[in-house]
């Protein structure tokens, strides 16, 4: 791939998603944190402690996109990184949202340091597959976006932002056509916002049959 430039809205996009995520979880006590979220078999403290090592993960990448190397975005793979989740989930409140904030922030710092050239360089998800650093950015925008609303502290997918669903529906859309068997259709979804959060199972309603599930 030629080089390209550094993708400057997804990353403010990504600043302001962390910012209000800091917003809301800053007074969160110990309770809070042990309380069950809307993801199965999950505490807030589970979602948070996922957001921090995903955070994590994007410095990984860009680290090693700026040194011309392709790593893994969890070493060790699914296992590992559900066993960072697990260990990290029963922390105290304070030291979650300090993890949450500071891997934020290296995260920012990180990607306004990259040169041109890291944004052109190959990066390999968890699962495998291979995209340019150029993509991360949106991902993690989508993940701190949804996750906000995972964790069930006041805020829903009806806060999500117009340019947030402008950007993501069409994209979660082609993902889930792609999924369909073959003559499958999508359902007609009068709000956008329902459809989105439908798309990525956040909503379950009696006129919107099930999707195939996330991998």
């Not at 995520?21 to 996922?50: F, M, N």
């Not at 150029?134 to 997918?157: F, K, M, N, S």
């Amino acid at each position: 791939m030629s080089q390209v430039s550094a993708p400057l809205e997804d990353i403010e996009a990504v600043v302001a998603a962390h910012r209000r995520l800091g917003e809301r979880i800053h007074d969160l006590s110990d309770e809070g944190v042990r309380r069950a979220s809307l993801l199965p078999a999950w505490t807030v403290g589970h979602v948070l402690t996922h957001l921090a090592r995903n955070a994590d993960s994007h410095v990984r990448r860009a680290e090693a996109a700026v040194a011309g190397v392709v790593v893994d975005q969890y070493p060790g793979g699914y296992e590992a990184r559900a066993a960072e989740i697990e260990a990290g989930a029963s922390r105290p409140a304070n030291v979650i949202v300090d993890d949450v904030r500071q891997s934020a922030t290296a995260l920012e710092r990180k990607r306004r340091e990259a040169p041109e050239e890291a944004w052109s360089a190959i990066s390999r998800d968890v699962g495998g597959r291979e995209r340019p650093l150029l993509e991360l950015p949106a991902r993690r925008w989508q993940e701190a976006e949804i996750h906000l609303v995972d964790l069930d502290i006041g805020v829903t997918h009806r806060d999500w932002s117009d340019d947030f669903v402008a950007v993501w529906l069409p994209r979660t859309r082609d993902q889930i056509r792609q999924r369909l068997p073959a003559g499958v259709a999508l359902p007609h979804v009068d709000d956008p916002r329902d459809e989105l959060a439908w798309l990525y199972g956040r909503l379950r309603r009696d006129d919107l049959p099930p999707l195939p599930a996330w991998g």
